[in-house]
Structures are given as structure tokens and as C-alpha cells.
């Protein structure tokens, strides 16, 4: 499954606003009766905003803990994996802020309801990473042990992957709304 979202970023003469609208999310599965799932927590917060900022300024999302969670709901035992795209750098018509400029990371993974198992190992990388077009893989169930424990790997009441941004501004950045995509796959 895959949803997408616009980022835009809106200048005024010497401001930017960037906001990330709609995220895609989509599922690939070679399996017809799959029964998996992705969403994301909280319901509203679909939408990605730093906010106004100017050349030079950069900004975290949230400042501390994390913007949004992807739930993934699995009840087929079979592996799965997220990955996340963006269709391009950041455009307002001719004018763009470099994809390198803008990242994301996955900061925990675990089980949504109680007992809250920790799923972390199942994530790629904890630190910040830039998007890319291809897409990149930021969670793998058979790398976490609770999830591959005895090939029990689903997760009917969901997987939380919560999730945080960052951008910086170059300083030489002109004002204006800048958008891009952004996809979410799970691929079973």
C-alpha cells in the first residue's frame, strides 16, 4: 500500500512556508489474500508544515518526539517492509530546494496496543536521511526479533513507525510555496 503528500514551502519576499500535504500510501503484495494495512496516527496529521521560515533557517518536526506514526495492520504471518519515497526536490515552478535538504527518520517502531512490544530493530537506520525518488526501506519485520520470533509476523492491532522531518533553507533560497510528494509503501 502507498499514500503520497505534497511538501510546500511558501516565501513571501523573504520568507519560506513549506508543507507536506496528502501523503500517499500504497501496498504491493504478491499475495491475493493479504490482509495488511497502513494508516496514519493521528488521523490528522497527514499534512507535513514547518511553517514560515527564511534563507538559512532550518527546522525539526516536532522539536522533540515525533510528527506522525505509520500503523501498519498485518494478519497474514508473512515478512513486510516500509519504505518511504519523495517524486522529486522541492519545486515552486523553476525554483527547487535540493531533496538533500530535506530528510526524515523513523525514530521507534513497536506494537500500537498493549503490550507495546518494542519493534525497533526492525528499522534501517535512527538518524536522519535524505529522501530519494527510488524509494528506500526504513522498516524490515523479519529484522526485529519480537516480529520473527517463531515466524509469528503480524501484527492485526498494528506496528507503529513514528516518524520525524527536518529541513534547512539554503541561503540564497527565493520565496514561494514549494511542493513535493511523498510515498509510504508496505510491500508484503
Known sequence: MSRSGKVNVMLDPKKIKIVCLALVFAILSANCMSAITIEIDPAGRNVITFGQMSPGDWKELPESGYWHAMVVKNSVASQWEVSVSCDGVLRNGAFTIPRDNFK?????????????????????????????????????????????????????????????????????????????KITYTVTQ
Open 104 to 180: 526524515w527518520m523513523a525514530t521507534y517502531a513497536g506494537a500500537k496496543d498493549a503490550p507495546y512490544d518494542s519493534y525497533s530493530d526492525g528499522l534501517i537506520s535512527v538518524s536522519y536521511r535524505s529522501f530519494s525518488e527510488s524509494g528506500e526501506t526504513l522498516f524490515r519485520s523479519a529484522n526485529s526479533s519480537v516480529l520473527s520470533a517463531g515466524g509469528h509476523l503480524t501484527t492485526p492491532n498494528g506496528a507503529e513507525i513514528q516518524l520525524k522531518y527536518f529541513i534547512s533553507i539554503p541561503d540564497s533560497q527565493l520565496a514561494g510555496d514549494y511542493t513535493a
